[in-house]
């Protein structure tokens, strides 16, 4: 197993949950860490690679957000879901202390701070979703039911209607 594929803090915590999962690395282009380019790289479609972000609410609390990789997360359908009256996302200097994370590399599991967790509803659409493992270069593919219950999220329509094209 080379340095690059060595388990995270996330792959260990789905181990002491006993849930499985496979590990898949990546070759990571700093100037593009978008969910659309993990997924390709990976052999993925992108609405099966999901994004973690973070966002703030209007009362100061943190929550994830984690939305399919060619989506947009709505804040008015987070926020609802949540019960805040406002969300947006978090500043990226607020990213890594909060979530022990780098942008490109966040999960809500095995995060520093544990928040509430939000998954889009498309998430139970799958068989197999992938998210990042903790580290840029490196994905988690697992079941949806397995990835909810390690996280707790609690699963809503959290994404922007696709724009006209």
């Known amino acids: 197993m080379s340095a690059k594929a060595d388990k995270t803090n996330a792959a260990r915590l789905l181990d002491q949950l006993g849930i499985p999962y496979d590990l898949r690395t990546y070759d990571v282009d700093p100037n593009d860490l978008t969910a659309v380019s993990v997924a390709r790289k990976i052999g993925l479609p992108p609405e099966q690679v999901f994004k973690t972000l973070l966002t703030t609410t209007n009362t100061g609390d943190h929550l ?43 999960t809500v599991l095995a995060a520093r701070k544990p928040f509430a967790a939000f998954a889009d509803e498309t998430i139970e659409l799958f068989e ?38």
């Open 128 to 165: 197999t979703i992938s998210v990042s493992a903790g580290q840029r270069g490196l994905q988690l593919l697992l079941s949806p039911a397995d990835y909810l219950r390690a996280t707790t999220a609690t699963v809503a329509d959290l994404t922007k209607a696709a724009a006209a094209r």
């Open 64 to 106: 994830f957000a984690v939305v399919p990789g060619d989506a947009e997360l709505d804040p008015k359908k987070l926020a609802a879901a949540a019960g805040v009256k406002r969300i947006e996302l978090a500043s990226l200097k607020e990213v890594e202390p909060l979530t022990g994370y780098i942008r490109g590399g966040v």
